[in-house]
């Protein structure tokens, strides 16, 4: 269940568009093509993200022409950085459903990734726990 205070900032968006998950050898760096994606996303209000750690690069970003694989349920947002618990109480619905995951945080807020083909899976289990989807989110309405 959501934490057990109802805020809109804990209120949940599916994004529109498809997205893409890579991953790349730590020592390849950073690909080019990947790194003017970034520059250009600061001209957007997309969601773009580079990760590096000792063992990989792990890139997320929107997909061109709709071909990713996929879906970005955002959480609102901001959130207060000393509350806890909202990623563990955010997945348990989805790990029940069988939904795999690919979270990505932000100071603000986490964006959590789920297969496309998992997403109105995603949306069910997560209503059916108590969590709230935004009106404008691209949630099918009998979800």
Known sequence: MPPPFNHPSLELELLA?????????????????????LNAAQHTQGVFSITRTGEEISVVGEAVDDDGEWK???????????????????TTPL???????????????D??????EKADAAVAA????????RENS??????
Request: with cysteine.
């Open 17 to 37: 568009q498809t997205f893409f998950v890579k991953q790349f050898p730590v020592d390849a760096g950073v690909p080019a093509a990947i790194a003017s994606g």
């Open 95 to 109: 790990r029940d459903a069988s939904v795999p995951v690919f979270a990505v945080s932000t100071w603000n807020t």
């Open 72 to 90: 970005c349920i955002k959480i609102a947002g901001p959130m207060e950085f000393g509350l806890t618990g909202v990623i563990c109480n955010f």
């Open 111 to 116: 964006y959590v990734l789920v297969p496309k």
């Open 126 to 133: 997560l209503t059916e726990d108590g969590w709230r989807f």
């Open 138 to 143: 691209e949630v099918p309405r009998d979800a």
